[in-house]
């Protein structure tokens, strides 16, 4: 009689490749690509766009080789957030669009109020990621020290920055009672200024 070879049971072949691949999610790290942070407006429908006087308007320009022109005239990354703060806070507006809260030096040739002052940043196609980040960065900074002061006058017995009501409030912990609390509050500072940040589209590099 021919001898049988035996049977190999593969039945818990399959436990093993499910208990492998779980073992490989669990440790494999996914790297994952930095970022800016952005809630977009809801889209309105204008039939007469407003105009905009162009001292009301900031352009900041990064080039390929990651130089920064502001109002056409080279910078260094680390006055662009001054120079920004300077800009929404310049408060040159009068009569209905006076700033009583502005602190600036209230030029008639820069911004009339932060509600109309607008940022405008534009790069070349060839533009490095990190510098492109690090101007964002700086812009956005602009508008978050701002809202720091106005917050702390505005709120002095919260003993927060807006930037800490800010986390707090994002913060899943957080209670409703006190969410509803800080909402109010982080909103009143974000009337007084605005995040107008406008992103042309990139140039083309020759």
Do not use: H, W
């Not at 942070?37 to 766009?49: A, F, G, S, T, V």
């Not at 080279?74 to 800009?87: E, N, Y």
């Not at 932060?114 to 700086?138: F, G």
């Not at 409703?176 to 909402?183: A, H, P």
């Amino acid at each position: 009689m021919p001898r049988k070879s035996p049977e190999v049971n593969a039945g818990s072949m399959a436990d093993i490749a499910f208990l492998l691949l779980i073992f490989f999610l669990v440790t494999t790290t996914i790297e994952t690509d930095s970022g800016i942070n952005r809630k977009l407006p809801p889209m309105e429908d204008q039939i007469d766009p407003p105009i905009i006087k162009e001292k009301n308007i900031f352009t900041v320009v990064v080039n390929k080789y990651s130089q920064i022109l502001v109002e056409e005239d080279l910078t260094d990354i680390k006055d662009l957030r001054g120079l920004a703060m300077d800009f929404l806070d310049n408060g040159g507006g009068i009569g209905e669009e006076a700033c009583d809260y502005c602190q600036g030096e209230r030029s008639p040739r820069s911004s009339d109020n932060p509600e109309k002052a607008i940022i405008s940043l534009k790069n070349d196609r060839e533009t490095p990621y990190k510098a492109y980040i690090a101007v964002q960065n700086e812009l956005v900074a602009a508008y978050n020290e701002l809202r720091n002061r106005e917050f702390l006058k505005l709120y002095p017995s919260e003993g927060l920055t807006y930037f800490e009501a800010d986390f707090i409030y994002n913060d899943p912990r957080t209670t409703g009672d006190q969410k509803e609390d800080l909402r109010e509050k982080l909103s009143v500072v974000k009337k007084l200024y605005p995040q107008k940040l406008s992103e042309a589209e990139p140039s083309k590099v020759n």
